[in-house]
Every structure is written in C-alpha cells, then in structure tokens.
C-alpha cells in the first residue's frame, strides 16, 4: 500500500499541532494557569502518540524508504524519510509502538515478520542544533481535517489521552472515542480495557432499606465522578434497576449508592444476601447472632462506667459490611457497629415480645 499525500500532509500538522500545544502549556504554566497548561500538556502528548502509531503503520507497511539515526540532546532518534517528508521519532517510543501493535492480532499488520529496525539505518548523525519550526503553512490542512483523516484511515487521538482535567473533557469532540462525564461504556470493555468489576450480577434480587426489593436488569461501566465528589471521573459500575414495590425501572444507578444509600436488609446474618450471586457475596462476613431486631442487648463496654441497654433497631449491609444499628433506649439516633464491635461486649439479651412469640409459634 502506498501512503497518500493526504496522509503525509495531516501527519506533518499534526507534529506541528503538539509542538504548539508544548508550547502553549509552557506559557500557560508560567503565567499561572495550571488547568489551561494541563490541557495542552495533555493534548500534546496524545498528538505525539498518534504521530508514533501512524509512522509505526507506515514502517510495517513497507512505505518507510530511508531511516537515519539521529542523536538529539543525548536522546536517540530514528528520522524516517516518507517521499518529500522526513518525521523524527524518540528509538524507545517508536518501537515499544511497533510491538504493540504487532500484539494485537486484529491488526493484519501483525501476522507480519518485524525485521530489526536498527539493521535498516543507512546513516547516523549527531545533530547539535536541532529547533524545528512550530509554524504550520497556510496552503496545508488545518487541525481539524488532519486529525479527522488521521482517525479514518489509522486511529483517533482520543484513543491516547486521559479524558479529564479537573473535571472537563479535554479530547476532541468531533473524534471518534471522545469521553464526557456521563459516557457509557459496555460491560466487556469496562473489564477489559478499564479493569472494571462488578459485585452485582444480572437477575440479583435485593431487599434494600431505601427502595425494597430491587431487581438488577442490566450493569456497565459510565465516566462519572464519586457519589459526592466532582474529581476524579472515572470508569465506575452502575446499573438499570427495576424496584418491586412500584413497577418502576432506573437507570445508571451507580453501585457505591445501592451499597452506601439505599443498603441492604438483612433477615438471617448467618446468610445476609441470599439471592444475590455476585462477587459481593465474597466480601460480606456471616454472623450466628443470639439477637434478633426488637431485642434489646445490655453492653458492658470498657469506655462506660455501668452496663447500658441498646435496642436492635436495624440489621443491613452498608458497602461491604454487615451493620447492626443500635440505639440506646432513650435515643432516636442508631449507631452502626460491626458485631465484632460489641459481640463480646454483650452481657444479657432481653428477647422483644414479637421474636417471642415468633419463636414459640415456630416450636409448635
């Protein structure tokens, strides 16, 4: 295949492109403007990593016909001469570039034998005094045009940045694989490409405090931000919900608020989520508890001076802990306590009237 004019000339702006935005982030930073100049930090290096795989594609393609040996400022590079255009490019990005790509068996480029690039230099040189313009001339494409050709024909740049910078999208809108807050992402990917992990299964059934039960229908991972936080967006699980009681389905619910929020209920500790399969059922330690709710447990705790009475007001999963809420006799707030907490604190359980006489209607 032989490279187009078009693609030569898109790669050419956009190597002048992420020398501007180096600069601009230099400028940026000394005025003050660490946001703006993270930005163009960001943007630039992407550019550089979308020159690296194009020019890697080119040389696997055969269409790279002369590679010289630069040395620049004690670092190495390999100058390829493409038809009327020469592309400098660091030796250690370049090929570690190459063996990605040749990785991914998708690539038809990767069945191919890779010959030692060193083997194919012609000439080395030692370049003291090398600073290449930044300008772009008028007649050539402008940034827009290089970079949609360049996402046709190869990959997009979004591909090779971090979506975010305190909290706003900072890829190229108009690019394929542009992230914003609130981007969805489908379940094989999140695992794959994000290392994403779900603890709930589709089909699980929760008996939550907030809502009831509660039915999972489906789960993906979507950019968003934590619970009560702006910063950081990332990759987070969330799922399409139906709730029992009124029929009503939800969508994006994140996993951290049916964990942390709506919690779980929790009828027998020595089997707390029985009809969830998820990983969740890994993380959550089973209790044989003496109480029930309603009991009301008296504590002899090191820290207080007499015994106290604490009624059972709630057993239920906040996160990935079993809870029992307690609440003093004369108080309206409950405490949440592990058991480990005061199980051995426990001094007399006073069993309420209604476990009584749940208990003596089971024994008959």
């Not at 400028?27 to 943007?43: C, N």
């Not at 024909?153 to 807050?181: A, H, K, M, Q």
């Amino acid at each position: 295949m032989t490279v187009s004019t078009d693609t030569l000339e898109a790669l050419f702006v956009i190597n002048k492109r992420a020398k501007q935005y180096a600069q601009q982030a230099t400028e940026a930073y000394e005025r003050g403007y660490g946001g703006l100049a993270k930005t163009d930090s960001l943007r630039k290096e992407a550019l550089y990593a979308l020159k690296s795989h194009v020019l890697a594609r080119l040389y696997l393609r055969g269409d790279v016909k002369e590679i010289q040996l630069h040395h620049i400022d004690d670092r190495k590079y390999y100058c390829f001469s493409i038809k009327e255009y020469k592309f400098h490019t660091p030796i250690d990005e370049f090929e570690r570039t190459v063996q990605e790509i040749k990785s991914d068996t998708e690539q038809s480029v990767a069945q191919q034998e890779l010959p030692e690039i060193a083997q194919e230099v012609t000439e080395t040189k030692q370049i003291d005094d090398f600073t290449p313009s930044e300008q772009i001339p008028e007649e050539m494409m402008p940034e827009h045009d290089a970079l949609k050709h360049l996402s046709t024909e190869f990959v997009s740049p979004n591909t090779f940045i971090y979506p975010f910078n305190d909290g706003r999208p900072v890829g190229w809108s108009y690019l394929p694989g542009y992230i914003e807050e609130g981007t969805t992402i489908p379940e094989p990917d999140f695992k794959t490409e994000h290392d994403g992990n779900f603890l709930l299964e589709l089909g699980d059934t929760i008996n939550t405090i907030e809502h009831g039960k509660i039915v999972i229908l489906d789960r993906y991972g979507k950019w968003i931000s934590q619970r009560f936080y702006r910063d950081p967006i990332l990759p987070r699980p969330v799922y399409d919900v139906r709730i029992n009681a009124s029929g009503k389905q939800k969508s994006g619910v994140r996993e951290e608020r049916i964990l942390h929020e709506w919690r779980i209920h929790v009828e027998d500790p020595s089997n707390p989520i029985p009809s969830v399969s998820g990983e969740l059922t890994d993380l959550i330690d089973s209790y044989e508890l003496d109480f029930d709710v309603g009991d009301v447990l008296t504590l002899d705790r090191d820290f207080e001076e007499d015994p106290t009475d604490w009624y059972v007001d709630q057993i239920s999963i906040c996160g990935a802990l079993l809870e029992v809420h307690l609440r003093q006799c004369n108080e309206e707030w409950a405490e949440p306590l592990v058991p480990d907490e005061f199980i051995d604190d426990i001094v007399a359980i006073n069993k309420s009237t209604s476990t009584v006489d749940s208990g003596a209607e089971n024994s008959q």
